[in-house]
């Protein structure tokens, strides 16, 4: 039986890893210099997803405004020790990115979805939730900007792909990436199976939708968001037919 999926999940699975597994690097960097020519000196930024702050508190150090949504009190508890220490001020907000209500109140001059965080909401009806919520709390010029992976074509036949792959190998531990994927839906289902020496076995499960940038784009239309610039990176270097990541920017109208 497939295990239970909420909102939370992946945040209880990853909260304690996540930034030695995805520390900050010069992608962060890049990705901040981007927003910051999206935006202005002190934009209002909402990041969606805003985890353990990898990109929230560069971006606060940057002079802009930051707020966040998230739906891990684990990753959440993990921000706000960073703050402690930090000389920035981040507003986290807990909750389920699919209630607007949730929501601080904007509007915001740059909404983020950073590191594939739109494909952690499984079905159309999410995805365009989020998107209807995004619209009605951004300013009239403000940006939307989704970053993504940019996924292999699907298998038509609609089969269902099952792999194991090798994801790390250290002197006293293992982890192994165990994924089911749906080809007719696009969905993932993986767990990270992490053996470490003398100790239980410890899973981390998650779940993912993938979508094109041209789904993503189809759905944006439908609450008035137009896709207006389309990258493979935060240098904003062409999109290609051979390109592995989306960097996509909406704006109203």
Not at 20 to 38: E, K
Not at 50 to 58: D, V
Not at 173 to 201: F, N, Y
Not at 227 to 241: G, I, K, N
Request: charged share 20%; net charge negative.
């Amino acid at each position: 039986m497939e295990p239970d999926f909420d909102a939370g999940t992946y945040g209880r699975g990853f909260a304690d890893v996540y930034d030695l597994w995805y520390p900050s690097d010069d992608d962060t960097l890049a990705a901040v210099d981007y927003l910051g020519t999206v935006g202005e000196a002190g934009s209002t930024v909402l990041e969606l997803g805003i985890g353990t702050g990898r990109l929230a508190i560069p971006l606060a150090t940057a002079g802009h405004s930051v707020s966040g949504i998230d739906s891990s009190p684990e990753m959440l508890d993990i921000l706000k020790s960073k703050l402690d220490t930090a000389d920035v001020s981040v507003d986290s907000h807990l909750g389920d990115v699919c209630e607007g209500k949730l929501w601080p109140s904007g509007p915001f001059d740059i909404i983020v979805a950073a590191f594939n965080f739109m494909f952690n909401l499984v079905g159309d009806d999410a995805k365009l939730q989020v998107f209807d919520h995004v619209a009605k709390h951004l300013a009239p010029t403000g940006a939307f900007v989704v970053e993504s992976f940019v996924a292999a074509p699907a298998d038509q036949s609609g089969s269902t792909e099952t792999r194991l792959e090798l994801r790390e190998v250290n002197v006293d531990s293992v982890v192994l990436i165990a994924s089911s994927t749906d080809h007719s839906t696009g969905t993932v289902t993986g767990q990270h199976i992490e053996l470490r020496d003398g100790e239980p076995v410890r899973l981390r499960p998650w779940k993912v939708q993938v979508a094109t940038t041209e789904h993503l784009e189809h759905l944006a239309s439908q609450v008035g968001l137009t896709l207006v610039e389309h990258h493979q990176d935060w240098q904003r270097s062409p999109f290609t037919t051979d390109s592995v990541r989306s960097i996509a920017r909406f704006q109203l109208g």
